[in-house]
């Protein structure tokens, strides 16, 4: 009995703990959070949908201007329709407008086919977006120059001397003056320089380093460079109004570690962001002062005082942003819940009153307690803030994959929204210039995970257009942008005036033709130089001959004036495509080898494309 | 019958009075100022061209719309049917109607200092004859054109005139043609020279001995 009893009571205990393991298990599965399914109603579909939708044939407010990363690409996309309108190369070769295919592209590529794109900057007049140019940097150490009147690359400079891993730039200051750039991988310098790496913490050597931009034409040109301890420069910001004349700059790894860097320069509780007067660097560079290394003129603040101080900041910093009043630096670590107001005003008084906490190489560091103003907790893995009109600033937060709203002077966050997911940049309209427009804020998120069909392992970058118009932010709309978006700027549509064509008086190419009848081959001993005329539907000349081994120059101008007729020179078997626009006119050349090589246009181009295309015709020596 | 002869002789020998020799200056004047502005334009609509492909032809001149690149356009497209292209200077009458437009205003302002209804009557045929010879050459052009095509041509279409005035669907083109300030300008000249006549004819054909009615009185007193 009492074994009967005792079966009993394990069947019933057993059973028990049945229940007890379903109970656990259906708590310990619960269906996703309200947070990351779409939610909101209906209501806010119908707003969404209807503030996003641009009809046909109808224009969108803002330009987005993103970085397209690793491809090397600037992309860009309308906002509020997140349409893509238009991919602009410039570190890769883009054959579907012949970038890096004609000879003038091709020596720009400076024999590269790939930059890892981080930073678009659109150029700035009193601290507002101006519409002229945009820069962009890549770690190579180059920073690119593009034209907005007419959407192309112009100029790659560099790679610039002793800046190895251009992460941090290519920041603008407010009247266009300079295009900064920076350091993330230290190396020692001279570039060339042997070191070993356990000469890490002395030998090797971070750089920050301004390029000068031309007021006129844009064009970049060695600035100065200042020479600084081998932390990790990320990304910066240039004081604007009250603060202009300063450049801020995150810098991790303080610890100056090497090796598993996710341990050794995590270490210390506070890194840097480094201020740089660039007015006084510009200064003693114009003085003559520092000395030249790699062909530029290096400043070392131990022995040039004044130009440079350090700003501790919350554990491996990433973001800095300047508001746009220029009162305050915010910086975020990016280890940390909280990102830090830093007051300029404060900053000055500590320097004045050598309010400091030691110094690394000979740079003084700031009291942290003296500067700061305030610290936002806006929650984990906070990265970069932008800002709307009336003092709102909008962080994101990596980790927390979200962003927080909050207000300058108030220091609490309003209002927090998911986004999907682990959100890198944002960018808000116009949200880093003096003028932000509030309105619109674009979440550049690392990570899409599966909110899109399905198109397998290499997944689609999202892109997130949000409404900042109210206190409560909404999701608008996922766009799948291509990768990878690091950072982008969002400059109203009327500040760009765009051509539609390239005006033919401009063109003063020596090799460009308006006439078939200048069609044609010209020789001086190997050397072949064809004259192409491109125009609806024909190719002219219709074919060519040249010997084999000849260097063969060929010059295709397109003489249409008309819009949206572009025409291609597609030759095959040679790699060459070239695109060219209305008015323009481009060179391809190359050593001719035997045979029969057809041409054609590539950009299709009238009800006749077909039928243009020719032969290059190679006669064997 | 030579009475008659004899009585129009003398009266194309009398003064026209002051409102015709205003007239005539004033058409002298309009006629030279229409040389400033086209005659005719031609608006071309079709889906890939929705903001229009524009031609305006002046006396001297054709003009494309959007910086002279219509022009360039119109040719370009025309040329698939095998059309010649509208160049000014296979455009005999952008010479000679400036020359002839100023001839006229001479001719007016002639008319307009010696005074008698002869004179007139040269400005309004000749200006009549100008005007009716233009519009035939211009729509003889507007035929050769849409005719002498090609024979190997890339696209055949049977030959066509394009509308003089008013709107004609041509291919996947809504051709529209309508006179311009210069014509009615010119038009306005008929109608002064017209009205010049008139009051000339009245004048001089008031018989002898009857008084002038007021009106002639105060033109004449001046």
């Known amino acids: 009995m009492k074994r009967l009893w005792n079966a009993r009571l394990s069947t019933w205990l057993a059973a028990g703990a049945g229940v007890l393991l379903l109970i656990g298990y259906s708590a310990c599965s619960p269906s996703a959070p309200p947070s990351s399914s779409r939610g909101g109603g209906t209501s806010d579909i119908a707003n969404a949908a209807q503030r996003t939708y641009v009809a046909p044939g109808d224009l969108d407010e803002y330009y987005v201007f993103a970085s397209g990363g690793h491809s090397g690409n600037v992309y860009v996309y309308g906002i509020p329709s997140m349409r893509h309108l238009s991919t602009i190369p410039v570190f890769s070769p883009y054959p579907a407008t012949g970038y890096g295919f004609d000879d003038d592209s091709k020596k720009m590529l400076g024999g590269l086919t790939w930059g890892d794109a981080h930073h678009p900057a659109l150029s700035e007049t009193a601290g507002d977006y101006d519409g002229r140019w945009l820069f962009i940097n890549e770690m190579n150490g180059r920073v690119a120059r593009i034209d907005l009147r007419d959407f192309k690359t112009k100029q790659i400079y560099g790679p610039v001397p002793n800046i190895s891993g251009n992460h941090g730039s290519s920041f603008i200051t407010p009247n266009s003056e300079y295009v900064m750039v920076a350091s993330r991988f230290s190396i020692p310098i001279p570039k060339g320089t042997y070191a070993p790496i356990d000469k890490y913490a002395t030998d090797y050597k971070g750089v920050i380093g301004a390029l000068k931009i031309d007021a006129t034409t844009g064009n970049l040109d060695l600035g100065f460079q200042i020479l600084m301890p081998p932390f990790d420069y990320d990304i910066g910001d240039a004081g604007k109004l009250t603060s202009d004349g300063w450049m801020f700059l995150t810098a991790y790894n303080a610890e100056r570690a090497t090796g598993k860097l996710e341990v050794t320069a995590s270490q210390r509780d506070r890194d840097y962001i480094a201020a740089v007067d660039w007015r006084a660097a510009e200064k003693a560079a114009a003085q003559g002062l520092g000395e030249m290394i790699g062909g530029v003129r290096v400043l070392d603040p131990a022995k040039v005082p004044g130009l440079v101080y350090l700003m501790p900041c919350g554990k491996s910093p990433h973001g800095v942003a300047v508001s746009p009043d220029g009162k305050y630096i915010i910086g975020s670590g990016k280890l940390q819940g909280v990102t830090t107001a830093f007051n300029f005003e404060k900053v000055q008084t500590a320097i004045r009153n050598k309010d400091f906490d030691g110094s690394e190489d000979g740079i003084p560091v700031l009291k942290y307690e003296s500067i700061k103003d305030a610290e936002v907790e806006v929650g984990l893995g906070p990265l970069h803030t932008q800002f709307g009109p009336d003092g709102m600033a909008y962080t994101s937060l990596f980790v927390d994959s979200a962003i927080a709203s909050w207000k300058l002077g108030e220091w609490k966050v309003i209002d927090k929204v998911p986004v999907s997911y682990a959100v890198g940049h944002l960018a808000a309209a116009e949200g880093d210039t003096v003028n932000p427009d509030g309105n619109y804020l674009i979440s550049l998120n690392k990570l899409s995970h599966g909110r899109h069909l399905n198109v397998g392992p290499s997944q689609p970058e999202s892109s997130q257009l949000i409404d900042i118009g109210d206190e409560k932010m909404k999701i608008l709309y996922d766009a799948f942008t291509e990768p990878e978006p690091h950072y982008a700027q969002i400059v109203k549509a009327d500040k760009l005036k765009p051509i539609e064509v390239y005006p033919k008086e401009e063109n003063k190419h020596p090799l460009a033709i308006w006439d078939v009848k200048d069609a044609g081959v010209t020789r001086v001993g190997n050397k072949v130089t064809v004259k192409i005329v491109a125009v609806r539907s024909t190719l002219t000349p219709t074919s060519f001959e040249v010997q084999e081994g000849d260097i063969v120059t060929v010059a295709v101008t397109n003489i249409e004036q008309t819009t949206d007729e572009l025409h291609g020179f597609g030759l095959l078997d040679y790699n060459i495509n070239l695109v060219v626009d209305p008015g323009e006119t481009k060179t391809v050349t190359f050593t001719a080898k035997k045979g029969v090589f057809p041409y054609y246009c590539t950009n299709f181009c009238s009800a006749l494309h077909q039928e243009m295309q020719g032969y290059l015709i190679v006669k064997p020596r | ?222």
Not at chain 2, 19 to 46: D, G
Not at chain 2, 123 to 136: K, Q
């Open chain 2, 1 to 222: 019958m030579t009475a008659m002869l004899e009585r129009t002789a003398t009266r194309l020998h009398q003064p026209v009075g002051l409102a015709s020799r205003a007239c005539l200056l004033l058409a002298a004047v309009l006629v030279v100022t229409a040389h400033f502005f086209p005659l005719w334009n031609l608006t071309m609509f079709a889906p890939q061209y929705p903001d229009a492909l524009r031609l305006d032809i002046f006396d001297h001149a054709l003009v494309g719309g959007n910086g002279g690149q219509d022009l360039k356009e119109i040719n370009l497209l025309n040329h698939y049917i095998g059309m010649r292209d509208l160049a000014v200077e296979d455009f005999t009458e952008f010479k000679w109607m400036p020359f002839a437009l100023g001839g006229l205003a001479l001719l007016f302002a002639r008319a307009a200092v010696f005074g008698t209804l002869k004179e007139l009557v040269d400005a309004v045929v000749m200006f009549f004859y100008f005007g009716g010879f233009s519009l035939w050459t211009f729509g003889y052009k507007m035929y050769r054109y849409g005719h002498d095509l090609s024979p190997s041509a890339a696209v055949k279409v049977p030959g066509f005139t394009p509308p003089m005035f008013g709107h004609k669907a041509i291919a996947n083109f809504d051709v529209y043609s309508f006179p311009q300030a210069g014509t009615y300008l010119m038009i306005s000249v008929a109608v002064l020279l017209v009205v010049a006549f008139v009051l000339a004819w009245r004048r001089t054909g008031r018989p002898a001995g009857r008084a002038p009615r007021k009106v002639d009185l105060e033109l004449t007193a001046t």
